[in-house]
């Protein structure tokens, strides 16, 4: 485990690691907004359309967010940690989170 996590620091690691993050977050945009974990069709053919469909959504919504400056999000935060006040303590130690 130690040797993993060491690895993970190097600079190869690192590089390997982002051709999967852009796939996983690629995934993801599909799975969450557009719903496409379950098909709401039956048959090969009609799921498939699906798929393209939805996949077009996405080049679309990317291309706009292109032309419109859209940020991307820079990290994942907890529902939970989105409701924490902005300075907070945690065991003692005062912590402020960066704007």
């Not at 048959?43 to 469909?53: C, F, I, M, P, R």
């Not at 291309?63 to 419109?68: E, L, N, P, S």
């Amino acid at each position: 485990l130690h040797q993993r996590r060491a690895e993970q620091e190097t600079d190869a690691w690192k590089e390997r690691y982002k051709m999967r993050a852009g796939v996983e977050g690629t995934i993801s945009q599909a799975v969450n907004p557009c719903g496409l974990r379950r098909s709401r069709y039956r048959g090969l053919a009609k799921t498939s359309l699906q798929h393209q469909l939805t996949g077009a959504a996405i080049n679309l919504a990317r291309i706009d967010a292109h032309f419109t400056g859209a940020r991307r999000a820079r990290t994942r935060t907890s529902h939970f940690a989105a409701l924490r006040p902005a300075d907070h303590t945690i065991d003692g130690a005062k912590q402020t989170t960066p704007n």
